[in-house]
């Protein structure tokens, strides 16, 4: 199922632009997102100084999270060279702990801490995805969901400028907007 997920995103990363992605019938949304933050993370460039050359790319996310179990199916693949490592934060990291991470996933559980760990992470070269349409509009790079079975998402190039990274143009074309 993982894999014909992959494939309908990698096929919606090549459509027209501002494509969207109809849930398939039958598809467990939690591994929909997954391959979609898969996606993401294929079609982002990470400075050298924080990602070096096959060192492992850190995902990371709050336990709770409802996105967690699909996760962890990313454990090992690759990203562009890098073995994905799926990590499980404690409720109240650290910043070390923040900045250690390249991709940090979101979700409304996540709404009352978010405005600390957006201070934490401020200097910091670590995507910000979210699962939720509030911590997306106050300041994460990237905000997705499905709403009646497609599949969308909103990109903020100012946090995604300040933390040094590169999103690529296929992937910006088929964000629903783009600030």
Not at 17 to 33: C, I, S, T, W
Not at 83 to 108: F, I
Not at 111 to 121: C, Q
Not at 139 to 164: E, K, T
Request: net charge positive; hydrophobic share 50%; charged share 20%.
């Amino acid at each position: 199922m993982m894999r014909q997920l992959f494939a309908l995103l990698l096929l919606l990363v090549t459509a027209c632009e501002h494509a969207r992605a109809q849930l398939p019938a039958g598809a467990d949304e939690a591994e929909l997102k997954a391959a979609i933050l898969y996606n993401f993370a294929l079609f982002t460039e990470w400075p050298a100084d924080t990602l070096p050359a096959s060192a492992p790319l850190r995902l990371c996310v709050f336990q709770g999270n409802t996105l967690l179990t699909a996760l962890t199916g990313l454990q090992q693949k690759q990203v562009n060279g890098h073995r994905v490592s799926v990590r499980t934060l404690p409720a109240a990291p650290g910043g070390a702990q923040l900045a250690a991470c390249h991709l940090l996933v979101l979700d409304a559980r996540d709404r009352e801490r978010w405005s600390l760990l957006k201070n934490d992470l401020a200097t910091s070269s670590v995507l910000t995805v979210a699962d939720d349409r509030i911590i997306g509009a106050n300041g994460a790079m990237i905000s997705f969901g499905i709403d009646n079975r497609r599949v969308g998402f909103d990109v903020d190039l100012v946090p995604v400028r300040q933390a040094r990274l590169t999103l690529s143009s296929k992937l910006l074309r088929l964000a629903r907007s783009v600030q």
